[in-house]
């Protein structure tokens, strides 16, 4: 195979030697390039004793809409470093780290349309053709590696939880009961006045969980924070009185109006009962409400 088809996989340390047509696309057989392949991850030294080859098969970037396999023959070889504690090791390039079966450029695909893209983790994973928990790990990998240790200050933060997933219970001998080891209910916490948006997400859905994840914060973090945004949930609130004691505690509207607006339901259901004696009447066939 030439070295233009080498060239144009573009993976580098590793050399194209032929192409073959599979059942689900094309299948890219490959060999080691890269003479650092050879010496020992642990001790640097370079292999002079192979013990074999083997085939991993790797899987890359689709090409022009159409899905291929990598078929990577690499060498096994043995370490003659009497003190090295990894006695034999198997060849590795940085374009496909060992023990992996995607390719570095295949993960940050993923992982860029999460991050940068707006798609989500299912989106990604189903464009991708890959689990979702590898984009997650992606995306958390680069997430930590982007994001600073603590957010910066915030003076309007927000809380309200969010439904994910569902609860797993495992049963306790000793308790004599069910306990619940995955909560479905998560807590989030938003900058309301900058532009950090999320600023963390913990499980469950307490004034503990709360009190936990602003203690977790710098003093001078909790102390500039001076809003609070909530719904009408009493835990939220005794957390807030904990945990952040000068900082002043608002409703979010969409509440309010949705509490107004059950308040305006049960009035407009109570007269009704009371002038008419019944709750209403099922529309008529044309559309409009019978009245008498």
Not at 134 to 160: K, M, N, S, W, Y
Request: charged share 25%.
């Amino acid at each position: 195979m030439s070295d233009a088809t080498t060239r144009l996989l573009g993976l580098e340390g590793l050399a194209v030697t032929g192409i073959e047509d599979g059942q689900v696309g094309p299948v890219v057989y490959l060999v080691t390039a890269d003479e650092a392949a050879r010496r020992c991850p642990e001790s640097g030294t370079r292999a002079r004793r192979s013990k074999g080859r083997r085939t991993t098969r790797q899987r890359d970037l689709p090409t022009g809409y159409r899905r291929r396999s990598l078929a990577w023959r690499k060498r096994r070889w043995r370490c003659d470093e009497p003190s090295c504690p990894r006695r034999s090791f198997t060849e590795a390039v940085g374009s496909v780290p060992a023990r992996k079966r995607l390719t570095v450029r295949l993960r940050a695909s993923a992982r860029a349309a999460v991050a940068d893209a707006g798609r989500t983790v299912v989106q990604s994973a189903r464009d991708h053709r890959v689990s979702w928990p590898v984009v997650v790990a992606a995306f958390t990998e680069h997430a930590a590696r982007v994001l600073p240790v603590q957010p910066e200050t915030v003076e309007v933060l927000g809380i309200d939880e969010v439904r994910r997933g569902r609860p797993k219970w495992v049963y306790d001998e000793q308790a004599q009961s069910w306990q619940t080891i995955v909560d479905r209910w998560h807590i989030g916490f938003v900058d309301l006045s900058g532009g950090q948006g999320l600023l963390g997400q913990v499980e469950g859905r307490t004034a503990a969980a709360v009190v936990e994840w602003l203690a977790a914060h710098p003093a001078d973090w909790r102390q500039r924070v001076r809003h609070v945004a909530i719904d009408m949930s009493t835990v939220f609130k005794s957390a807030i009185r904990q945990a952040l004691p000068h900082a002043q505690l608002v409703v979010d509207h969409f509440h309010i109006v949705q509490l107004a607006n059950a308040a305006v339901t049960e009035v407009r259901r109570r007269v009704t009962i009371q002038v008419r004696g019944r709750r209403g009447r099922k529309a008529t066939a044309s559309g409009s409400c019978a009245t008498g």
